[in-house]
């Protein structure tokens, strides 16, 4: 087991505020804890924080691209220089190297708490096993999207999104900051359990697996023209069939699901995904069966 | 009783969505209704409305200055330029004169559907007695606050504003919508009732009157450092006493109300205030007598 240092991310969007005093907490009870496992701490955006809106120029958490396929026009931007910096300084060849990252965000969705992998990554999967068997937390993988990458995460060998809502942005909640402190506060120790053989894997792992994305439906100017359905909004994780309501417009219509398949809508009316045009992204529950080579990898770190 | 127009504003404050969407509903299902009394509907901020912001360059509601007071370096404001076309467009001297302007906000904190009324003016005190006779709506009466002025509805002889929470900005909400579509489509009635005498005022008003706003606790960077107290969040309209707790700062500490009075907090936590420093104002409860010049002043109009 090499984990050294784990990177604790909050404040990737700046108005996601809840994350970031969850760490100022943690660093008043727990920052005296000796641990062979270190936490570093970091605010993603801070110009964002500061002045409490998503980004400056570009999401933060779709800035940490492959060289190769990067865009160079927007090396001028404040978040691509972010991310950079964060990689240089944090990154697993970086001047402080972390093995680990874990992304702190909230969702105006009423996601409760819960993971979100970014494709099937064995130690990503051996540590949301870890959480999941611990706080039995749902977890969406995000997979095969190609018009949303560079996820910060990625840009580490091994890490995961801790998401909780619904809460609005900007809004300080007690109780959901607590339920982040209690998901900081557990994370080393679940890995010196399974380092330590006090615990097993659970056999298996659930996931909800990104499918689509779908928009709001639109007028013929292109501004949107239906609410989340009353019988939908804060449904997230919940099962639709063929038939149920999805949208209510603007002439007092429903907007049905019509696909002939069951699935699992997440991120419902997510505040902002409007900007990406997304209403919400429809999931797969899929069962996969753990194996010892998660944890192999994981020690490996 | 010469009320002929009404002035429905809605997105007055770009990212309170919902009241935009109350009033398309209303526009499809009642804009057939033939009344002696016409409603005029405006999108008070369509530039911040668009982007999803509060406002562009300062908050119009705040930007309905007496001309003499005005500082001449705001004219560039947008919107500035757009109180101004406000008031020539629908202002009682203007071209679509308008003799009441309600304006349709929504806020983060737990005010539930109340009423805003900006100082002690009969007609208004008529008209928000209505609306209190008719939903037992709350009212803060704002008064005495050289901090904030220049409210849109002080531009009009009559008007208040109905403040409906909790609900996240931009966030669509079908309850929060609902809510507002019941009290554009019984204005008109009520207005109906009292000309035939239908009804009477209520022999009293309770207003909560406006006394000072307080700040959060702030680090020595000047950085918000207290979260709203979890016994006091969502206590909108409840009163407290000396030694109720307001906030939970960074060390764990309590802070608490050190005032010897009773008094009843409002707006608790509203997001859109932290920039103003405003974590919650304290109102004191005051009940008036209604009085016949009311009535007479409204009708009036």
């Known amino acids: ?53 998503r980004y400056i120029h570009v999401d ?12 160079q026009h927007k090396n001028s931007f404040y978040e ?9 300084k944090f990154g697993i060849d970086g001047s402080i190297p972390c093995q680990i990252a874990i992304d702190l965000h909230t969702t105006t969705a009423n996601m409760g708490t819960s993971i979100v992998l970014y494709g099937r990554r064995l130690k990503d ?25 560079g996820f910060l995460v990625e ?8 998401e909780i809502g ?8 007690s109780k959901i900051i607590d339920r982040f402190s209690v998901i900081i506060r557990s994370l080393r120790e679940e890995i010196d359990k399974l380092k330590n053989n006090l615990i097993e894997l659970p056999k298996e792992l659930v996931v909800h697996v990104h499918q689509r994305s779908i928009d709001y439906p639109r007028d013929e100017k292109g501004d949107i023209d239906g609410l989340i359905h009353p ?18 417009d603007s002439q007092g219509i429903t907007h049905e699901y019509e696909g002939d398949q069951f699935v699992w809508p997440v991120f419902i009316g997510e505040v902002a995904y409007k900007e990406k045009k997304i209403a919400m992204s429809y999931t797969k529950k899929e069962v996969i069966c753990s194996n010892n080579q998660w944890v192999y990898e994981f020690e490996s770190l």
Chains 1, 2 share one sequence.
């Open 60 to 71: 933060l958490n779709r800035s940490f691209k492959e060289s190769e396929n990067f865009d």
């Open 166 to 173: 619904a809460v609005a942005q900007n809004f300080y909640d």
């Open 231 to 248: 019988e939908r909004i804060n449904q997230d994780w919940k099962m639709i069939k063929k038939g149920d309501p999805l949208f209510l």
């Open 80 to 88: 691509t220089k972010r991310a950079n910096f964060l990689v240089d």
């Open 155 to 162: 840009a580490w060998p091994c890490g995961l999104v801790i």
């Open 125 to 149: 999967f051996c540590l949301a096993a870890l959480l999941q068997n611990k706080f039995g937390l749902p977890i969406y993988l995000h997979e095969k999207d190609k018009s949303q990458t």
């Open 1 to 53: 087991m090499t984990v050294q240092r784990i990177l604790i991310v909050s404040g990737t969007h700046g108005n996601e505020i809840n994350p970031v005093w969850a760490v100022k907490h943690f660093n008043r009870v727990g920052k005296s804890l000796i641990h062979d496992i270190k936490y570093e701490f970091i605010i993603g955006n801070p110009a964002a924080y500061e002045k409490g809106c």
